[in-house]
């Protein structure tokens, strides 16, 4: 069975940081790409980050770039991304899902977890 598992949301201060965890399960990540996604109360869902399969390639959205790292620890079959200098924008449900490449339609979703961060 294909399953994603999202873990490491909390509650963090501005300026903290935290690590998610996106483990999967019934596939290896070495042939699919895992990209991160959020959705803020309210709004739309939004593309965060993107990994290749294999790792080869990284992608990050403005709000992203130089403040998240997306990394995949291919023993564990483990993708994470760790987030520093939170702002209180980036509070929001975020969400692992498993696609073909970056860029493509997502194949599975994972559950989500929750990402607050207070002024």
């Known amino acids: 069975q294909v399953r994603l598992v999202e873990s490491g949301g909390g509650l963090v201060q501005a300026g903290g940081s935290l690590r998610l965890s996106c483990a999967a399960s019934?596939?290896?990540?070495?042939?699919?790409?895992i990209g991160w996604f959020r959705q803020p109360p309210g709004k739309e869902r939004e593309g965060v980050s993107c990994?290749?399969?294999?790792?080869?390639?990284?992608f990050y959205s403005d709000s992203a770039k130089g403040r998240f790292t997306i990394s995949t620890d291919n023993a564990k079959n483990t993708v994470y991304l760790q987030m520093n200098t939170l702002k209180p924008e980036d509070t929001a449900v975020y969400y692992c899902?498993?696609?073909?490449?970056?860029?493509?339609?997502?194949?599975?979703w994972g559950q989500g977890t929750q990402v607050t961060v207070s002024s």
């Open positions: 019934g596939f290896t990540l070495d042939y699919y790409a």
């Open positions: 899902a498993s696609s073909n490449r970056c860029g493509s339609s997502v194949n599975v």
């Open positions: 990994i290749s399969g294999g790792g080869g390639s990284t």
